[in-house]
């Protein structure tokens, strides 16, 4: 708490970005993990809060009549502009955020002080929902061509990646060790995803360090070993995902690619995708883009080419389309690297898995994915996002890319995931947060040196808790979607990616369409299931009653009730329904205020609020687009209230008046 | 709301006494209503060259007139073509791609009829304000804006029945001259100077309210899709000629069948219907945010793109909502 200049400011405008006229005033607090806004009207009194670990960057912009404007961005892109009257006390707010969002212990982010009240046994247990040596199981390994080794059991050989790797049978200790020495950051071949149908594998590492013209024969033999491991094919695929330009670049660093005369029977492959630093500056156009006040459609789309955004989606796509029909269709083995093996590698990698294999796309087959080839295999969270203060150059938004890459095949593929887009949201936004342990630190030795499991609760069981929530209606795992490979159109198909405004104008209830058709499926879907069952019941009650030869009028009548839960639903919509602002000119009407409570578009989910009495923190919590926000944290005073994640504008009402 | 055509105010500002009696009596005593003249404020003062014009001020002091400029004719026509062409190009990058859908600025045309409808609805619906719509011939923009404004102010004009009275009464009978406009489509070269895709740009707005609404319409893209190919060549003489007075002169009553026949048989109608409408008396306000307005895939990439799969999720949202 030492860091909060000003713990409470007063009198605070909270602004809404599509109608900067509009402003609620409230006041402002500073906690140790948050930053909350309450708003001051007695009847709602709703609360924005915003976790310190969210925060991208904060601006001060110059005092005005109306007090000084401080802008706070997200990583979730939420984007909250705040006009607090003092500039003394927005200073102090300034300065006292610059130091919260920014910790330099681990000890200060919230996860070590978060309290979801479960007890030892049970935390353990979230840790332990996600097992890989069951997913190494479940793929087929270890058998006759591969085999787990722990050369690396103490970090030893490469300490970016994890106690245990699979390796082809045919790789000795010898061998693995003198590849290590001969690839960057020492992160030699292993295992990514094994095919049980071919035994065509995917593999991942750095790239060798070859420079011009050095070689190792331990690597070599090692990239020999990865081609034996499968029989069935008497090449194998080297893809680098870095431009062939970059790649050459760094051989004069002593770095490089394969020369497909040294490695025998390898076909060497380029597919361009740019480094971690286009990649953040492709975002901050984008979100540029996105903060625009009115733009005009051509403003929209010539912002949205100019960040080169879905170019560089799209390139992700392409290089798991790629190695998954080699491993898929041509049932051969693929090596991926890119420089240091943990960014594009790991996209790639991830997305090429989630094509092949059809469990990947299950809830729960996609938080293993997630944990294999981000978390084990030393995916740089801390660095990537931010958890404590760092260099800004390594701050890039890569797996968000691999998200927006799911959920364009979900668009795509309407039926083939098990999971909904607020899954996906909900991840992201917790890769962030460091509300949970999963994604701190750098690789797994320095999780384990802090005792993460230990001190900390895993994302994982929570999302699995609220899983109803994440589901996806269309699913069902007998659909021909999801029998096998998934084949994306390749080309033409620009026109297939989307601006994923879920993801990126997430907080702008305005923008999005206000009726949520998965959350009214699910509904349908379980009052089906709960109309069957109770059917099933009435059915042998009816049996029995028979036998016993009692007429029972019960029975009528609860059938009649249970039908009558659902119907409503739909008609819940009158809340939400308030026009933005189309007009700039109509000066000399008074503008009408609106005849119903327009605010809570909360409301318009359509079913939860009558369906789930179970959780009663959903239906206060819900938003209309993202459903369910992070519900269990309590605020550290114990208070007790729900934080709503979001930053609370609902849709608004029309102004008539303009300047 | 009411529709006409362009006053014929002429050079000289010509004055007419019944037409400022007309307007003068819909109002009542102090009460205000709204012009919504679809061409901008300078080419409406450029059509008095030609004879036609705008309402004055001081003839037609209790309205108001905003000028809301649409895309018509010729223009129109050359952004769809443009549209079409950069759909069918394989050979673009993802760059280019964006900068083809910029450039044909089709979209840009979906938001402002979107946006000027609204306005037109936003004065009846929060201003209570009688609305009078025209542009220079009263048979594109204006049919487009108030027939989308009925559609978003009216839950009637999105039942199937209501849609297709709405359509016979704002497009067909209205006058809009179909068979000029809807002559050979994108791919022709012939850019007739009479050719413009009013009707699909119609129907294109119709479908982002059913992508931002998906509970209010009762029918789906079937029937939008439908209507798009009937209005250019058709087996029904639904939308044959240009107006009333030649479809009686064609006497096309009495020699050709209805397509309103066809869909409202039931087998048809089941393909047609939107398996998540529900009926509601919400007045509908799409955002036309640019994020909000989407490229027509069904209509655009029909023949590009393969449909399968997602053919198979609304058969499954059909199956999930039967079932129940």
Same mark, same amino acid.
């Given at each position: 708490?030492?860091?909060?200049?000003m713990?409470?400011?007063?009198n605070?405008?909270?602004l809404?970005?599509?109608?900067?006229?509009?402003?609620?005033v409230?006041?402002?607090?500073?906690?140790?993990?948050?930053?909350i806004?309450?708003?001051n009207?007695?009847?709602t009194r709703?609360?924005t809060?915003?976790?310190?670990?969210?925060?991208?960057?904060?601006?001060?912009? /110059?005092?005005?009549?109306?007090?000084?404007?401080?802008?706070?961005?997200?990583?979730?892109? +939420?984007?909250?502009q705040?006009?607090?009257?003092?500039? *003394?006390?927005?200073?102090?707010?300034?300065?006292?955020?610059?130091?919260l969002a920014?910790?330099v212990?681990?000890?200060?982010?919230?996860?070590?002080?978060?309290?979801?009240?479960? =007890?030892?046994?049970?935390?353990?247990?979230?840790?332990?929902?996600?097992?890989?040596?069951?997913?190494?199981?479940?793929?087929g390994?270890p058998?006759n061509?591969?085999?787990?080794?722990d050369?690396?059991?103490d970090?030893?050989?490469?300490?970016?990646?994890?106690?245990?790797?699979?390796?082809p049978?045919?790789?000795?200790?010898?061998?693995?060790?003198?590849?290590?020495k001969?690839?960057?950051?020492?992160?030699?071949?292993?295992?990514?995803?094994y095919?049980? @149908?071919?035994n065509?594998?995917?593999?991942?590492?750095?790239?060798?360090?070859s420079?011009f013209?050095?070689?190792?024969?331990?690597?070599?033999?090692?990239? $020999?070993?990865?081609?034996?491991?499968?029989?069935?094919?008497?090449?194998?695929?080297?893809? @680098?995902?870095?431009?062939?330009?970059?790649?050459?670049?760094n051989?004069?660093?002593?770095k490089?690619?394969e020369?497909?005369?040294?490695?025998?029977?390898?076909?060497?492959?380029?597919?361009?995708?740019?480094?971690?630093?286009?990649?953040?500056?492709?975002?901050?156009?984008?979100?540029?883009?996105?903060?625009l006040?009115s733009?005009?459609?051509?403003?929209?789309?010539?912002?949205?080419?100019?960040s080169?955004?879905?170019k560089h989606?799209?390139?992700? #796509?392409d /290089?798991?389309?790629?190695?998954?029909?080699?491993?898929?269709?041509?049932?051969?083995?693929?090596?991926v690297?890119?420089?240091?093996?943990?960014?594009?590698?790991?996209?790639?990698c991830?997305?090429a898995?989630?094509?092949?294999?059809?469990?990947?796309?299950?809830?729960?087959?996609?938080?293993?994915?997630?944990?294999?080839?981000?978390?084990?295999?030393?995916?740089k969270?801390? &660095?990537?996002?931010?958890?404590?203060?760092?260099?800004?150059?390594?701050i890039?938004?890569?797996? =968000?890319?691999?998200?927006e890459?799911?959920?364009?095949? #979900?668009?795509?593929?309407?039926?083939?995931?098990?999971?909904?887009?607020?899954?996906?949201?909900?991840?992201?936004?917790?890769i962030?947060?460091?509300?949970?342990?999963?994604?701190?630190?750098?690789?797994?030795?320095?999780?384990?040196?802090l005792k993460i499991?230990?001190?900390t609760?895993?994302?994982?069981? &929570?999302?699995?808790?609220?899983?109803?929530?994440?589901?996806n209606?269309?699913?069902?795992?007998?659909?021909s979607?999801?029998?096998?490979?998934? &084949?994306?159109?390749?080309?033409p198909c620009n026109?297939?990616y989307?601006?994923?405004?879920?993801?990126?104008?997430r907080?702008?209830?305005?923008?999005?369409?206000?009726?949520?058709?998965?959350?009214?499926?699910m509904?349908?879907?379980?009052?089906?299931?709960q109309l069957?069952?109770?059917?099933?019941?009435?059915?042998?009650?009816?049996?029995?009653?028979?036998?016993?030869?009692?007429?029972?009028?019960?029975?009528k009548?609860k059938?009649?009730?249970?039908?009558?839960q659902?119907?409503l639903?739909?008609?819940?919509?009158?809340?939400?329904?308030?026009?933005?602002?189309?007009s700039?000119?109509?000066?000399?009407?008074?503008?009408?205020?609106p005849?119903?409570?327009?605010?809570? @578009?909360?409301?318009?989910?359509?079913?939860?609020?009558?369906?789930?009495?179970?959780?009663?923190?959903?239906?206060?919590?819900?938003?209309?687009?993202?459903?369910?926000?992070d519900?269990s944290?309590?605020?550290?005073?114990?208070?007790?209230?729900?934080p709503?994640?979001?930053?609370g504008k609902?849709? @608004?009402?029309?102004?008539?008046l303009?300047? | 709301?009411?529709?006409?055509?362009?006053?014929?105010t002429?050079?000289?500002?010509?004055?007419?006494?019944?037409?400022?009696?007309?307007?003068?009596?819909i109002?009542?005593?102090g009460?205000?209503?709204?012009?919504i003249?679809?061409?901008?404020?300078?080419?409406a003062? $450029?059509a008095?060259?030609?004879?036609?014009?705008?309402?004055?001020?001081?003839?037609y002091?209790?309205?108001?007139?905003?000028?809301?400029?649409?895309e018509?004719? *010729?223009?129109?026509?050359?952004?769809?073509?443009k549209?079409?062409?950069?759909?069918?190009?394989?050979?673009?990058?993802?760059?280019?791609?964006?900068?083809?859908?910029?450039s044909?600025?089709w979209?840009?045309?979906?938001?402002?009829?979107?946006?000027? /409808?609204?306005?037109?609805?936003q004065?009846?619906?929060?201003?209570?304000?009688?609305?009078?719509?025209?542009?220079?011939?009263?048979?594109?923009?204006?049919?487009?804006?108030?027939?989308?404004?009925?559609?978003?102010?009216d839950?009637?004009c999105?039942?199937?029945?209501?849609?297709?009275?709405?359509?016979e009464?704002?497009?067909? +009978?209205?006058?809009?001259?179909?068979?000029?406009?809807?002559a &050979?489509?994108?791919?022709?070269?012939?850019?007739?100077k009479?050719? /413009?895709?009013?009707?699909?740009?119609?129907l294109?707005?119709?479908?982002?309210?059913?992508?931002?609404?998906?509970?209010?319409?009762?029918?789906?893209?079937?029937?939008?899709?439908?209507?798009?190919?009937?209005?250019?060549?058709?087996?029904?003489?639904?939308?044959?000629?240009?107006?009333?007075?030649?479809?009686s002169?064609?006497?096309?009553?009495?020699?050709?069948?209805?397509?309103?026949?066809?869909?409202n048989?039931p087998?048809?109608?089941?393909?047609?219907?939107?398996?998540?409408?529900?009926?509601?008396t919400?007045?509908?306000?799409?955002?036309?945010?640019?994020?909000s307005?989407?490229?027509?895939q069904?209509?655009?990439?029909?023949?590009?793109?393969?449909?399968?799969h997602l053919?198979?999720?609304?058969?499954?949202?059909?199956?999930l909502?039967?079932?129940?």
């Amino acid at each position: 708490m030492e860091h909060i200049r000003m713990p409470k400011v007063e009198n605070v405008r909270l602004l809404d970005r599509l109608s900067s006229r509009k402003a609620v005033v409230g006041t402002l607090y500073l906690t140790a993990t948050h930053v909350i806004f309450v708003e001051n009207g007695s009847e709602t009194r709703k609360e924005t809060w915003v976790l310190h670990s969210q925060i991208s960057s904060i601006e001060k912009q /110059a005092t005005t009549a109306t007090g000084c404007p401080l802008v706070i961005r997200c990583k979730n892109f +939420q984007v909250i502009q705040l006009v607090i009257p003092q500039e *003394r006390d927005c200073h102090d707010v300034y300065i006292s955020l610059i130091r919260l969002a920014r910790p330099v212990k681990y000890e200060e982010l919230y996860c070590f002080s978060f309290n979801p009240k479960l =007890d030892k046994e049970e935390r353990e247990q979230g840790w332990k929902l996600v097992d890989l040596n069951e997913e190494y199981n479940r793929m087929g390994v270890p058998n006759n061509y591969w085999q787990i080794c722990d050369v690396n059991r103490d970090y030893g050989v490469c300490d970016s990646y994890p106690t245990e790797v699979y390796v082809p049978k045919s790789a000795t200790a010898h061998i693995i060790v003198g590849s290590s020495k001969f690839r960057s950051r020492r992160r030699f071949p292993a295992l990514s995803y094994y095919c049980k @149908d071919n035994n065509a594998s995917i593999c991942r590492s750095s790239q060798p360090l070859s420079g011009f013209s050095a070689r190792c024969l331990e690597d070599e033999q090692m990239l $020999q070993a990865i081609r034996k491991a499968n029989p069935g094919s008497d090449f194998i695929y080297v893809v @680098d995902t870095r431009p062939k330009l970059n790649a050459m670049a760094n051989r004069a660093a002593g770095k490089g690619y394969e020369n497909e005369d040294n490695y025998s029977n390898i076909k060497f492959q380029f597919i361009g995708i740019e480094n971690i630093h286009v990649m953040r500056n492709s975002l901050q156009k984008m979100l540029e883009v996105c903060e625009l006040k009115s733009p005009s459609m051509s403003d929209f789309l010539w912002g949205l080419e100019n960040s080169g955004w879905l170019k560089h989606i799209k390139a992700i #796509m392409d /290089a798991g389309i790629f190695i998954a029909k080699a491993v898929a269709e041509e049932g051969v083995s693929v090596l991926v690297h890119c420089s240091d093996g943990w960014d594009r590698t790991a996209q790639v990698c991830s997305v090429a898995s989630l094509l092949l294999d059809p469990y990947y796309r299950t809830m729960k087959g996609f938080m293993v994915l997630i944990e294999k080839d981000w978390v084990s295999f030393g995916h740089k969270f801390n &660095h990537r996002y931010g958890n404590l203060d760092g260099d800004p150059k390594e701050i890039s938004p890569v797996i =968000d890319q691999f998200i927006e890459c799911v959920w364009q095949l #979900m668009e795509q593929f309407p039926c083939a995931f098990e999971f909904n887009e607020r899954f996906l949201i909900h991840i992201q936004h917790h890769i962030y947060s460091c509300q949970f342990g999963n994604f701190l630190c750098n690789s797994q030795k320095e999780r384990r040196e802090l005792k993460i499991q230990e001190r900390t609760y895993s994302l994982w069981a &929570h999302l699995w808790k609220n899983r109803a929530d994440y589901l996806n209606p269309l699913y069902r795992s007998d659909h021909s979607q999801n029998q096998g490979t998934l &084949h994306p159109q390749i080309a033409p198909c620009n026109f297939l990616y989307k601006f994923w405004s879920g993801m990126y104008n997430r907080f702008e209830k305005g923008l999005h369409p206000r009726q949520s058709v998965t959350d009214y499926l699910m509904a349908v879907k379980e009052e089906t299931q709960q109309l069957e069952e109770e059917l099933e019941v009435l059915g042998e009650r009816l049996e029995n009653l028979q036998k016993s030869q009692l007429g029972d009028n019960k029975v009528k009548s609860k059938q009649q009730d249970q039908s009558k839960q659902l119907r409503l639903s739909t008609s819940n919509n009158s809340l939400a329904n308030t026009p933005q602002e189309y007009s700039n000119d109509l000066k000399s009407f008074p503008s009408r205020s609106p005849s119903q409570g327009d605010e809570e @578009d909360s409301a318009l989910i359509l079913t939860q609020d009558n369906l789930k009495s179970s959780d009663p923190d959903l239906s206060a919590n819900s938003d209309q687009e993202s459903g369910v926000e992070d519900l269990s944290c309590r605020s550290p005073s114990g208070g007790g209230c729900l934080p709503s994640e979001d930053s609370g504008k609902d849709s @608004d009402e029309a102004v008539f008046l303009a300047g | 709301m009411l529709r006409s055509s362009q006053p014929l105010t002429g050079p000289n500002r010509r004055r007419c006494r019944e037409d400022e009696m007309l307007l003068g009596t819909i109002l009542d005593e102090g009460e205000r209503g709204f012009i919504i003249d679809t061409r901008s404020a300078q080419a409406a003062k $450029q059509a008095r060259m030609t004879g036609g014009g705008t309402e004055p001020k001081s003839s037609y002091p209790q309205w108001r007139r905003l000028h809301r400029p649409l895309e018509r004719g *010729r223009p129109l026509q050359e952004s769809f073509a443009k549209l079409v062409e950069a759909c069918s190009d394989p050979s673009l990058s993802m760059d280019r791609w964006l900068g083809r859908l910029e450039s044909s600025r089709w979209l840009s045309h979906v938001k402002a009829a979107l946006s000027t /409808a609204c306005l037109a609805a936003q004065c009846m619906d929060r201003e209570e304000a009688k609305v009078l719509v025209h542009g220079a011939e009263g048979t594109d923009t204006t049919l487009l804006v108030t027939a989308l404004a009925q559609v978003i102010l009216d839950p009637s004009c999105r039942t199937l029945a209501g849609f297709q009275g709405l359509l016979e009464r704002e497009w067909i +009978q209205a006058g809009h001259p179909f068979h000029l406009r809807c002559a &050979h489509s994108a791919y022709s070269h012939a850019r007739l100077k009479q050719e /413009a895709p009013l009707f699909l740009l119609f129907l294109d707005c119709v479908w982002q309210l059913s992508r931002q609404f998906p509970f209010s319409l009762e029918f789906g893209e079937h029937l939008l899709l439908s209507l798009f190919e009937n209005a250019y060549a058709s087996a029904y003489g639904t939308f044959l000629c240009n107006n009333e007075k030649e479809r009686s002169l064609c006497k096309v009553k009495e020699s050709t069948h209805s397509l309103w026949a066809r869909l409202n048989r039931p087998e048809e109608q089941q393909k047609l219907l939107n398996p998540l409408y529900s009926h509601n008396t919400l007045v509908i306000w799409p955002s036309v945010e640019p994020q909000s307005i989407q490229l027509w895939q069904g209509l655009f990439l029909r023949w590009i793109r393969p449909s399968q799969h997602l053919d198979e999720a609304w058969a499954e949202i059909q199956r999930l909502v039967e079932e129940n």
